[in-house]
């Protein structure tokens, strides 16, 4: 049991609400916290309940930073989902790719030259796994860094996929939508660090609607 694990369930006896819940506003509130443009989000939390996501946050920077100094790229999310679902039932129903399977599909759509910056989709992204993994080995290879583009149906998987790609430092969008049966709508999405592409430090995310943001749109 890590300690992301122990301290996402302290975060659910603080805010005493529905797991899966908490899970859900644990992202909105990283995500509020990363955004450029003070994201339009319900929040009907309290000074307590905000003092509880707070501290989670904290610690999940810092469980996150120590785990990338060995791995590279990590997912906290998807891994902190998928252990959360043998103790709720609320969270059962999705599977992540396994971190091996994620970087042998970033083998086979990397680019081995270098050259203008790739654009890599992935039309059902998940927590972001095999686009962190396709953009770790690009910067491992010295190709230029690829524009990444994620797809999902699920609001929760793009929210993970949105921070998981804001931390890691990628470059790209996150879209909400079907991409089989309504490739061409667009629901809402997030634009991924756009800060760092105009030579800022921070991660950003910025949540959008318009479809002129968006290069899933423009191609």
């Not at 599909?105 to 989709?121: E, F």
Request: net charge negative.
């Amino acid at each position: 049991m890590n300690k992301l694990y122990t301290a996402f369930l302290d975060l659910v006896r603080r805010i005493n609400d529905d797991a899966l819940k908490v899970f859900d506003d644990a992202l909105t509130y990283i995500l509020r916290y990363l955004s450029i443009d003070g994201m339009d989000t319900p929040w009907l939390h309290d000074e307590n309940d905000n003092q509880a996501f707070a501290d989670f946050m904290v610690t999940y920077f810092s469980y996150q930073q120590e785990q990338v100094t060995t791995k590279f790229w990590y997912d906290a999310w998807g891994d902190i989902f998928m252990e959360l679902s043998g103790k709720f039932k609320s969270f059962r129903g999705q599977f992540f790719t396994p971190a091996a399977v994620a970087d042998l599909c970033a083998k086979m759509s990397v680019p081995q030259h270098q050259g203008d910056r790739p654009v890599i989709n992935d039309c059902a992204c998940g927590s972001a796994r095999m686009l962190l993994a396709a953009d770790q080995l690009a910067f491992e290879k010295g190709s230029a860094q690829p524009y990444l583009i994620g797809e999902d149906i699920d609001g929760m998987c793009c929210k993970m996929a949105a921070i998981n790609m804001a931390v890691h430092g990628c470059l790209g969008e996150v879209v909400r939508h079907d991409s089989l049966r309504h490739p061409d709508e667009l629901s809402y999405g997030y634009i991924i660090n756009e800060t760092l592409s105009a030579g800022l430090s921070f991660p950003s995310i910025r949540r959008s609607e318009d479809k002129s943001d968006f290069k899933k749109f423009q191609r």
